[in-house]
């Protein structure tokens, strides 16, 4: 079961007083994943990055995300908040 792990970026915006996904995108590492959440920090109303593992052949996730950094207003939950 081959497993690659996704560096993922998620940008969230304010529709009124609603907290929307934005764009999300996958990056190549943790360092670059980290590096884009912390630049779009300041342009959306949050967002967060983490590293997901996957199995290639079945899309399966195989473990819990990581939270590699987040800024800004996130769903509740996201972050083990209640």
């Known amino acids: 079961m081959p497993d690659k792990t996704l560096f993922i ?3 969230f ?3 009124g007083k609603k ?7 996958e990056l190549p ?3 670059q994943a ?12 949050g967002v967060i990055a983490v590293a997901q593992t996957v199995d290639t052949e ?3 996730v195989l473990d819990d995300p990581v939270i ?3 800024h800004g207003e996130l769903p509740a939950g996201m972050i083990g908040e209640d």
């Open 9 to 11: 970026v998620q940008q």
């Open 13 to 15: 915006e304010k529709q």
């Open 19 to 25: 907290l929307v996904q934005g764009r999300q995108m």
């Open 29 to 31: 590492s943790a360092e």
């Open 34 to 45: 980290i590096a884009r959440a912390d630049r779009d920090a300041g342009r959306f109303a």
């Open 58 to 60: 079945t899309g399966e």
């Open 68 to 70: 590699l950094a987040h």
